[in-house]
């Protein structure tokens, strides 16, 4: 672990940036909240889900040991609806839609989480802790079903800064006449067998009757049950701050009597111009859409170029700017490997490893330091940006290895995956055989020969014998050639008038 620099997270309950202290030294428990698999997953999704696998990753590159728990709520009112819609079952609903979400998290570069509990293998803890809450006077029975009572936590609001008095006031008129509050919220809900058809629904028994679970109380019997009753990060989209979270942490605290979670972390919301997206992003609205007009690094790129609290606004131009930068940069990485003299082989065995922070300390300080502090991954990409520029200037073959090694190390942490700059090594490579090199107003019959003999002077000075590089420099001007040196090592030569030659 680098001590060197403690990591610091923006903690949305104290809403300050906190220095990050675990509940057990090198370990972490962090849970997310995962999708409701009813439908493919949206732009929200996709911004959700890879801050927090960057977060994932920061937290190992730290050298924390991380159990991340992200998990699927596979019962709802929505998968329910979506089966009887297209006259399925609930179950076959979540498997179609959990395997979509794995197809799309596999091909946004996310790393697996460690555990992924799902909500209808959970309850009965969620039972248990309902008749804790009920036996501890927090929750009570009605003919609908169990509700939890806000007013019994004299700290409900707490997360979100919303006084329970403010709640009452602003509610509006509640068609259950037996909630004691219009700010409590449902436990478990009892369904009834179909009056017309008598068919039972989907549900589970219960000592409250047959129904199904609230959404709230599943989160936190997965983390009760996984994680235990208190965990380091809880993080989320900031759309489920209110009332999900704060809900979470009164069931979580009241059932247990226990701190529920140290850290809250929220990323921001993702504004989209609909109708303008549509015309100019051929109208995807999913991620499925948008990864068959964008590679999964582009969204990535463009997602970390905006602070993970901040809102993101995508727009084609913004989306289409990252894509021309982003593929510039494989560009680079590829010549930087001609440089290096390393070939692929090399590079998916690099890729391979996780991050070194001791090692990138040692590289690339910056970059460890702006990661550090609450992520910034706009920063991290800029410095990010600096190694690169520095791998374009690198005519040295040692050097660019090194520095490529660093941005192996940084794409790791970012979550960005680097095998597609093999196929701008593929251009290098023809290139390397003489195309790259440009060489203007020389005969065809003496074409062959200069690129020859520009690219012997490149290895040349790539080898450091500057004796036989300055050598072939003098005979190519002694014939009439005007050189001029490329970054990447690469010349253009250029005959003074082509007239003179015809
Ligand atoms: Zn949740």
Redesign the pocket.
Known sequence: MSSTHPLHFYNSQSRQVEAFQPLEAGKVKLYV?GPTVYNDAHLGHARCYITWDVLFRTLQFFGYEVTYAR?LTDVDDKIIQRASETGTTPEAIATTYTQRFHEDLARLNTLSPTIEPKATEHIDAMHGMIATLIEKDHAYVTDDGVYFHTPSMPTYGKLARKPIDALQAGARVDVNTQKRHSADFALWKRVEDSAETGETPYGWDSPWGFGRPGW?I??SAMIFKNLGHQIDIHA?GAD?MFP??EN?IAQSECCSGHPFVNTWMHNGFVNVDGEKMSKSLHNFSTVRDLLEHYDANTLRYFMLGHHYRMPVDFTPNALNGAKTRWHKLLQQFAKGMQVAQLNEAWLKEAVRHKADCAVLHEQHPDFVAVMAQDMNTPRALAEWGKTFKDLKQSQDADKAKALLNTLVQEAWVLGFDLLPALAYLDEAKSLNEGDFHVVDGVAPTEKAHVLEQLEARRHAKLAKDFATSDAIRKTLEAQGLHLVDRAGGWTTATAPSTADLS
């Open positions: 909240c998990n709230h599943e989160c989320g489920l999900h979270h979470e």
